[in-house]
């Protein structure tokens, strides 16, 4: 997607072989590295060549959570030598040609050390580094307080924009609220259907006839031939902006399945459900967040369905900033209890015995980043920034791969 977008800026239709020589002004690596297939590789060599340049300003991914797979490559660095990484043999030769021995640089990387647990100590490593743009709304919110640790109160997060392969739907309102976005006039028609009205054609809202803290799923018709086409994402319109009078929004789920999702007469995206309860994203991300400091600060995590006892429980998967925090025993009493207070059909059958307390499940760094590597690799040509880790994981596949990399229990 990134070198799409960046030859159809540029009207570059070029061959493969000039792209891989190719540096554009500003970019801290070579095209090369965007045509890298496998996940590990293409951030190791990202990571790498914006190490290598102490003046880096600003980094740009498309999801937030891409800033937790990053890597250490000092000894890169110093020997000037490209690893054999997997997936880039086709570029590894214009690649090499960037990356040349700076035993200075990585002398003055190896003095900052990883001294990882002091806020801001990525700015030690690129002191220039003013901005990090990134999507960090919906699944993507958790990661915000480790990201703010990592490179402290001088390095602005700013959001980008609502998009997706299908189309492009919003720009960031404000960059500094990561979750306020303006609905773009373009040539592709957007239309919302409320979440509680029926799914009916008769019952779509036009750009200029939503109603303020309604929430909708929003419909796309496209110049490439989709037609009323549900995108899949539920937002929240707050107001208009007084220039165009286009929607201001607020993304408030994503949806797991483009098939209808009416429970009840009322819409439901990425949900989970063990008994006659209906448990929703948005609810499982408030009760966590509420938990985060329990546990010792939550960078990202999934819910699946556990059985392995006599009564169902939600499984929560959590993968942890640093150690376990001190209190984090009192956790799966404390997601049942916030979970009791925000869904009253949770707290009927908790209390009727058909729900359990949740369990909390502990996985080892990084599992969430080698997560989106295997989607990757098993789906058959994901593209790297596709892939996020759904909010609920019902697959037994996912939800065994999962269960193999569990350090602990609360």
Not at 290 to 319: I, K, Q
Request: charge should be negative; include cysteine; glycine fraction near 6%.
């Amino acid at each position: 997607m990134t070198i799409g977008v960046i030859r159809v800026s540029n009207d570059m239709v070029r061959s493969l072989i000039y792209l891989c020589v190719y540096v554009f002004p500003n970019f801290s690596s070579s095209l090369a590295v965007s045509f890298i297939r496998n996940y590990k590789s293409f951030l190791f060599m990202r990571a790498l060549f914006a190490l290598v340049e102490p003046k880096l300003e600003t980094i740009n991914t498309f999801f937030a959570t891409t800033c937790r797979d990053l890597y250490d490559f000092v000894r890169c660095i110093e020997t000037g030598v490209i690893l054999d990484l997997d997936g880039i043999d086709q570029v590894k030769d214009s690649l090499q040609r960037f990356l040349q021995p700076n035993p200075d640089r990585s002398q003055k990387l190896r003095k900052i050390g990883k001294a990882t647990e002091t806020p801001g100590w990525f700015r030690k490593i690129r002191p220039e580094l003013r901005v990090i743009l990134a999507t960090a709304s919906g699944p993507c919110s958790t990661v915000i307080p480790e990201i703010r640790h990592y490179f402290g109160p001088d390095v602005s997060l700013e959001t980008l924009t609502i998009a997706g392969s299908e189309a492009f739907l919003a720009w960031a309102y404000n960059p500094r609220d990561l979750n306020l976005y303006k609905v773009v006039g373009s040539d592709d028609v957007i239309e919302f259907l409320s979440v509680d009205e029926p799914e009916e054609s008769r019952c779509l809202a036009q750009t200029w006839n939503v109603d303020p803290g309604k929430k909708y799923e929003v419909v796309l018709t496209t110049r490439d031939g989709f037609w009323r086409y549900r995108l899949g994402d539920v937002v929240e319109v707050v107001g208009f902006d007084p220039r165009d009078e286009q929607p201001v929004i607020r993304y408030v789920e994503v949806c797991s399945t483009h098939t209808s999702r009416r429970l009840n007469d009322s819409l439901f995206s990425v949900h989970i459900r063990i008994a006659n309860e209906v448990t929703t994203e948005t609810q499982l991300h408030s009760v966590i967040d509420e938990t985060s400091d329990l546990l010792g600060g939550v960078s990202e995590f999934c819910v699946c369905p556990d059985y392995r006892e006599s009564v169902g429980r939600y499984a929560f998967m959590v993968e942890l900033q640093g150690n376990l925090g001190a209190n984090a025993i009192k956790a799966p009493s404390s997601l049942h209890t916030s979970l009791q207070n925000l869904n009253e059909n949770y707290l009927r059958d908790s209390l009727s015995g058909k729900i359990d307390v949740p369990a909390v499940r502990v996985l080892r760094p990084g599992t969430f980043g080698e997560f989106r590597e295997w989607k990757i690799r098993t789906s058959g040509g994901t593209a790297v920034g596709q892939v996020k880790v759904p909010v609920v994981v019902w697959g037994e596949g996912s939800r065994m791969w999962l269960e193999e990399r569990v350090i602990c229990d609360v």
